[in-house]
């Protein structure tokens, strides 16, 4: 089985993906130059983009990662958890920056900025892949950003639907009948 046959159209191929990250890389770096930070990333989506992002970036910083995700379902109202967050001495009195695959509803960084925040980190920061603007439920924006993306479920370079297509060098939306085998994944399992 190979993967590239279930996408229907790529959006970002991989040409773009490291184009776009040499400009935020630049935008981190001269936002950065003489503070010492620590990018934070976000499990599990965003470890691609985070590697490529850190090895363009020439000043210090040092690295960690969380996870976090959604409990309750169906008419249950959703809240999400932290399920993995460095320890208090990599937050209190450092300047993160929150490094995620995708900003969508905004619920999860808006959730994990606080509890950054709540545990003592100096100021908390937000760099994302992709920003889809459109589906956005908590007013929150990104400090630094890759793309703009229209509202389509899209898949690869870290994103995933039920696991699958995270090694995809690519962002691609998934074929209409790879998708109705799946229904819409929860939003907030990274
Ligand atoms: P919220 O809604 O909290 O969601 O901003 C952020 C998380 O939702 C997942 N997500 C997606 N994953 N393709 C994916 O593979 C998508 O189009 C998509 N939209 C949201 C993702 O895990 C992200 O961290």
């Not at 589906?135 to 639907?161: K, Q, S």
Request: glycine letters at 8%; aromatic letters at 8%; charged letters at 25%.
């Amino acid at each position: 089985m190979n993967l590239h046959g279930d996408i229907e159209r790529v959006l970002f191929t991989e040409a773009e993906i490291q184009r776009a990250i040499d400009r935020v890389a630049a935008e981190v770096t001269s936002a950065y130059d003489g503070n010492d930070f620590t990018v934070v990333s976000v499990l599990k989506g965003s470890c691609i983009f985070a590697s490529d992002l850190i090895r363009r970036i020439p000043i210090p910083l040092e690295l960690a990662f969380l996870a976090a995700s959604s409990y309750g379902s169906g008419t249950v109202s959703r809240g999400l958890r932290m399920n993995f967050l460095p320890s208090d001495n990599e937050i209190e009195g450092r300047s993160l920056l929150l490094v995620d695959d995708i900003l969508d509803t905004g619920k999860t960084l808006h959730f994990i900025q606080a509890e950054l925040d709540r545990r003592g980190a100096r100021g908390v920061r937000t760099c994302v892949f992709l920003d889809k603007p459109s589906r956005r439920v908590v007013p929150i924006e990104p400090d630094f950003r890759c793309f703009e993306v229209e509202d389509t479920f899209v898949v690869g370079y870290g994103l995933d639907l039920a696991g699958r297509y995270r090694n995809l060098p690519y962002v691609g939306a998934l074929r209409e009948e790879v998708l109705s085998r799946h229904s819409r994944p929860d939003s907030t399992t990274g």
